[in-house]
DNA sequence: CCAAAGATTGTCACA
DNA sequence: CAATCTTTGG
């Protein structure tokens, strides 16, 4: 155990101190990886059986990254016993092992938020209600966070308070939608993600024999992430370790930024309530951070009121300011942010992947890209449209899906007429109608349409029976193959890929692309899961996929690219450059949340996440102006930027200059017009950004290729060649010492040796 | 039943 | 603006 060595005292302490209730408040950047890692580590080196251990963390990715730092102290064999998942992943493999004491199937479908939505239509509509009142994304969050605070739909009807809240807020029927939803889900065998943790809390609500059983099996329970936990999620966390109290919590309060979608600060400020025995350690020492960077964030975060009390500090060096960055558009932002991304890289020997740019919206990322695609900067654009939310992505699954549970009425509706088959809207309508009616799902109107008395022409009726025909052939397939050869099959024969095929558009060819793509993700899982009887086939795979999310997909990580990625999608990570743009009131801060404290304490929260995020150098951006629903509408600079503490700023113009030069007033609720003019001194003049001025001197025209020059840093070299114009013209040369380097002319004050 | 044109509407983050 | 939904005419 000589990792404990290299642990400082805290976090030793925090590895060590395994029994009973334990939180970490793990600041930014203090090693919590690592605490959790060796934690784990030790407990299996203790004795513990690692199947006794259940550790859950915030994505699949992390569970698999930390499973394999384990496997690297503790050995593959013993690592690969953990319970480790996603609160989602591993409840859902309880509610599939215990699914008969809740009257599921085993192969229940876990229905996305596009699946359960769409769903809610069809019911707001057959209950001729108005969707324009009953807004199908208002009554899924209303459905979604009375699940997450454990209230069921008959509790949902019977509760005072929110039956006076829906009335008042005229939608008193949210209720009865509830209840029709959540028998429209049992009837399509169906579960959507929000059901996972309800029905894993009421499972262990109802059958104590049940949940006994599991806190015998998880003696020792850890939440990552905690901060973001829910209700639900809290309460089953508590009745797991009930037993052993062996439950230890890491997280930060500061980084909580998922209350929109149910998380609960509370449970970790008021965590030592629940456990007055609590043992409580807080890392506080940033391994990551500038002394800069830290100070910074520090001045951010302490204007919040409901927080732990903490001190992060560093050891690390001094570092840069801030840089903040002004432009007219948000077009013009995205050029700048380009620009200096590229002059940045081009000064300091950078790799592309050593940045990343922020934002706070996914739409903000178009300017981004269009201006590094300008600049030939590569990048990787991450969340936005995920992968297995697409059109064609869902077609196929939906296939995949009917065929592992025929109940699944979301996904036959997709598919009964993909590729089109001649039944349509009103024939798909009178089946639906069927099925509500009879109380049958959807699936069970096709087996038995001709029993049933519905006013279908006789060649609609066979058209349907060929439908059927159709899947329960490739149910049979299922059966006989593996995964990948039955996924393949079913997407040719049931003449989806042809379609896709048909399409020459670039779309088209993309979609077909994307298919591939699945398909050769479901050959992967085959190839892995080969050994294991039954582990590779399709309903264990759907089982997979259905919890998957883009941050999860094996991406080629090895392609030096810049991060392009929502705040959100950024936590848990780092990178030495990084660049917060969008600093604008009703942006960031969100339009939303500037009415209510809590709320802007939150976004204050993510703004703090995202500086934190930056190892050596930070920026920020603003636009004065951007588009939005089509239209230019003026912006003022975020509250945030007034929030950082000054002296860790540096004012840079992004720009034009000549207009602040000329004395032109910034319009009223921007910064103090005297913090934009550049200090004499500043580093910031040597990395000014698109400044015009610097093309006239052209201090970079003289040289080419052939000449032997000498640079400060690399010595001696000789130029191969000279390539781009103005002030990216660079220059590729091959040094005597460090070989080939492409240099910056405009920075690299090379001096000619020799012609 | 379907394609194309026209109208609408929303955009905050996500498992 | 752009994606999605609705209407209309064939």
């Not at 919590?249 to 400020?269: H, K, P, T, W």
């Not at 003049?685 to 201090?699: C, F, H, M, N, R």
Request: proline share 2%; with cysteine; charged share 25%.
């Amino acid at each position: 155990m000589n990792y404990i060595k290299e642990l400082n005292e805290p976090q030793a302490l925090a590895v060590q101190t395994v029994e009973g209730p334990v939180m970490i408040i793990a600041g930014a950047g203090s090693g919590k990886t690592r605490v959790l890692t060796y934690r784990i580590a030790y407990l299996i080196q203790k004795g513990v059986d690692p199947f006794n251990i259940l550790s859950l963390t915030f994505t699949n990715k992390a569970a698999k990254e930390m499973k394999e730092r384990i496997a690297k102290v503790v050995g593959i064999t013993e690592a690969r016993n953990l319970w480790m998942g996603t609160f989602h992943s591993v409840f859902s493999k309880i509610l599939r092992a215990e699914s008969d004491k809740i009257g599921f199937p085993a192969n229940f479908t876990i229905y996305d938020s596009d699946d359960s939505k769409n769903l809610l239509k069809t019911i707001i509509i057959e209950m001729g209600l108005d969707d324009k009142i009953y807004k199908p994304n208002m009554v899924q969050n209303r459905i979604s966070s009375a699940k997450n605070s454990l209230i069921n739909a008959i509790a949902y009807k019977l509760n005072q308070d929110i039956q006076a809240d829906d009335l008042e807020a005229r939608r008193p029927k949210i209720g009865v939608i509830y209840e029709k939803y959540v028998m429209r889900c049992f009837k399509a065998s169906a579960m959507d993600f929000d059901d996972l943790l309800l029905k894993t809390y009421e499972l262990f609500h109802q059958y104590p024999d049940l949940l006994h059983k599991y806190q015998h099996r998880f003696k020792f329970v850890l939440v990552d992430e905690f901060q973001d936990t829910n209700f639900a999620q809290y309460a089953i966390i508590k009745q797991l370790s009930a037993l052993y109290q062996n439950i230890c919590v890491v997280g930060d309060d500061a980084q909580s930024i998922y209350a929109f979608r149910g998380a609960d600060i509370g449970n970790i400020l008021n965590f030592k309530k629940d456990y007055p025995e609590l043992k409580t350690y807080k890392l506080e020492q940033n391994y990551r951070s500038t002394k800069n960077i830290v100070a910074a964030a520090n001045s951010v975060i302490e204007k919040n009121k409901n927080q732990l009390e903490k001190i992060v500090w560093t050891d690390n060096s001094e570092g840069s300011k801030i840089q903040v960055i002004k432009a007219t558009t948000d077009n013009e932002e995205g050029n700048f942010v380009a620009q200096s991304i590229f002059n940045f890289r081009m000064n300091h020997q950078l790799a592309n992947k050593d940045f990343a740019v922020l934002y706070r919206t996914n739409i903000q990322s178009r300017a981004m890209e269009e201006a590094l695609r300008r600049l030939n900067i590569p990048y990787r654009v991450y969340g936005g449209l995920s992968f297995y939310q697409r059109r064609e992505i869902k077609d196929i699954l939906s296939y995949l899906r009917l065929c592992v549970n025929h109940n699944d009425e979301e996904a036959l509706k997709r598919i009964i007429n993909y590729p089109a088959r001649g039944i349509g809207k009103t024939t798909l309508d009178k089946i639906i109608v069927a099925a509500a009616e009879n109380e049958i799902s959807v699936w069970q109107v096709l087996e038995n349409i001709k029993k049933l008395d519905i006013k279908l022409a006789p060649a609609i009726v066979k058209k349907i029976d060929e439908f059927r025909q159709l899947i329960h052939g490739f149910e049979i397939m299922i059966r006989q193959k593996n995964a990948f050869d039955a996924a393949s099959f079913i997407a040719s024969s049931s003449g989806l890929l042809k379609d896709l095929y048909s399409d020459k558009t670039p779309e088209g060819v993309n979609r077909y692309e994307n298919v591939q793509e699945l398909l050769n993700g479901i050959k992967e899982f085959t190839e892995n899961n080969k050994d294991h009887s039954d582990g590779n086939f399709l309903p264990r795979y759907m089982e997979d996929i259905a919890l998957l999310t883009d941050a999860d997909k094996d991406e080629d990580d090895e392609k030096d690219r810049v991060t392009l990625m929502t705040i959100h999608a950024s936590k848990g990570l780092e990178f030495p450059y990084v660049f917060v743009v969008g600093l604008e009131e009703n942006l960031f801060p969100s339009q939303l949340s500037i009415n209510s404290r809590e709320e802007l304490e939150e976004e204050r929260r993510l703004f703090y996440v995202a500086i934190t995020r930056a190892m050596q150098q930070l920026t920020f951006s603003f636009a004065q102006s951007r588009f939005k629903y089509g239209n230019l509408i003026h912006s003022d600079p975020s509250r945030f930027l007034h929030e950082v503490d000054e002296s860790y700023l540096d004012f840079a113009h992004a720009g034009n200059q000549q207009r602040v030069f000329q004395g032109k007033k910034i319009e009223s609720g921007g910064l103090n017009l005297n913090s934009y003019s550049i200090p004499a001194h500043s580093h910031l003049k040597k990395v000014s950004i698109a400044s015009k001025s610097s093309t006239k001197g052209d201090p970079v025209g003289s040289f080419k290729a052939g000449l032997e020059v000498m640079h400060a840093r690399f010595g001696k070299g000789k130029i191969v060649s000279i390539d781009g114009n103005g002030d990216s013209k660079m220059a590729t040369i091959k040094f005597e010492k460090d070989g080939e380097k492409k240099l910056l002319l405009k920075f690299a004050k090379l001096q000619v040796v020799k012609d």
